[in-house]
């Protein structure tokens, strides 16, 4: 995935492998089941791939209809492996960018240069929280009537402790968290805030931090009864909860891990569903004023380049519009790339159709120049079996890095046509990428 001697390491990456990151990931390398030059992509996610569509809560939902969030992910997830699309198990932790180029940085030292960048990180990062659905841990959801009833079910499970996650929003709760205060042998409360900022009044104790992971006897099944079978619109209630968590692990805002003792975890996503930070963000894209990014009718934001989509834009949150905001994102990427590698817009037909005569000389696949790199999207041994297919005995090269067109047309013999017939071969397989200078504005 990184190409030291190719103008840049991939075409798109993704930050966030929620539904919004899967579903922009996917379009990048499948754009259509036709022709298409396909763009090679990596996603960041250092938690499990799905994110919040993992939680059983979390669905594409309708009076008649049910689809659970975990089951889509797999469904994505299928298409992940089919088109071996890379996660990168690492948080980015920064984006900058120098000259046409996006650079992102890890918290694993790892640096990837990036042609377009799409940003679907969605509210905050996740741990193995949704392990802990259920049995100690709970999520402030249902609406605000519910919150009450919730704070009574905290307060059952909270006498070794509970710690609450949220920010400065959070303070929205004291009047409702009297059941905590009451029974809880202690309250914490972790703040996703920085740290020069003054805390809120809150009872307890307050830091300021993120969750890094819960710790106790967890459940990979965990989750809130997704609704009743015979009736999908059924209002969904978790069941009793049981017992699960024993403590908890939160990072600071300096990336010191610190541990609690606790027997109830409480995530106040009513708090983290109006605000939310970036501490990547280098790029300083435009946003509502709460940390929500801007974009337009394309998932375009502040910077050219740069997409958003899913719940980091401050809209609806939900499964069905993760999905689609990562489609026109990824789309909004191709584009762009495109354009900056070779001058002209992509045929998209039929997601957005081209307003000009057409002949029957027609391409879909741009001529791809000297100075090309192709980057390949999966292993040597499937693009020498696409090579020799096509041309009996394939070719004596290396095809696990990335390669210049040059080096590819020495190797058949100095002859481009032949050459130009490899790459189509590949770019129809989607098996190839094309890497060129950016030039184009």
């Known amino acids: ?114 042609l377009s960048v799409v940003v679907a990180t969605g509210m905050r990062p996740l741990a193995n929280e949704r392990h802990f659905l259920g049995h100690g841990l709970f999520v402030t959801y249902m609406g605000y009537e519910y919150f009450p009833k919730l704070m009574a079910r905290v307060a059952q499970a909270s006498g070794g402790g509970v710690v609450v996650f949220g920010n400065r929003k959070s303070v929205n709760l004291v009047g409702v968290i009297a059941p905590l205060v009451e029974s809880a042998s202690r309250i914490t409360w972790v703040l996703d805030e920085p740290a020069d900022g003054v ?122 519009m993760a999905l689609g905001d990562g489609v026109n994102a990824g789309f909004s990427a191709v584009r762009y790339t495109h354009r900056r590698k070779f001058g002209g817009e992509p045929n998209l037909f039929a997601y957005r159709s081209a307003d000009r005569p057409l002949d029957g000389a027609e391409r879909d696949l741009p ?3 000297e100075d090309a790199w192709l980057v390949p999207l999966v292993d040597g041994e499937h693009l020498r079996a696409v090579a020799a297919s096509r041309r009996p005995g394939g070719v004596a090269l290396a095809l696990d890095a990335a390669v210049n067109v040059t080096d590819l047309r020495m190797h058949v013999g100095g002859d481009r046509g032949v050459a130009n017939e490899l790459i189509e071969a590949w770019l129809d397989a989607k098996m190839m990428a094309v890497h060129c200078n950016p030039g184009h504005p």
């Open 1 to 114: 995935m990184h190409h030291p001697a190719a103008p840049y390491d991939v075409d798109v990456a993704v930050i966030g492998g929620g539904p919004a990151g899967m579903s922009a990931a996917v379009r990048c390398r499948w754009v259509k089941s036709y022709r298409s030059l396909p763009c090679s992509v990596v996603v960041f996610e250092p938690g499990p791939l799905g994110g919040l569509a993992g939680w059983r809560t979390c669905s594409i939902t309708g009076p008649g209809y049910r689809y659970l969030g975990d089951g889509l992910v797999r469904r994505i997830q299928t298409d992940f492996d089919r088109y071996a699309i890379p996660v990168i198990g690492e948080r980015v932790q920064a984006v900058s960018k120098k000259g046409p180029l996006f650079i992102l940085e890890t918290n694993a030292g790892r640096t990837v240069r990036a």
């Open 199 to 320: 805390a809120p009044d809150l009872p307890g104790t307050v830091v300021r931090g993120t969750l890094h992971a819960v710790e106790g006897h967890g459940d990979a099944q965990a989750g809130f009864r997704a609704g009743d079978a015979e009736d999908p619109a059924v209002p969904d209630f978790e069941p009793e909860s049981k017992a699960g968590v024993t403590g908890v692990v939160f990072e600071d805002n300096d990336g010191v891990l610190h541990r609690l003792d606790c027997s109830a975890i409480l995530l106040d996503y009513n708090a983290w569903e109006t605000r939310t930070r970036r501490d990547w963000d280098g790029l300083n894209l435009a946003d509502n004023g709460e940390g929500f990014v801007t974009i337009d009718p394309w998932c375009a934001t502040s910077m050219d380049g740069v997409f958003a989509a899913g719940d980091i834009t401050g809209r609806y949150r939900s499964t069905a």
């Open 367 to 369: 001529e791809v120049p």
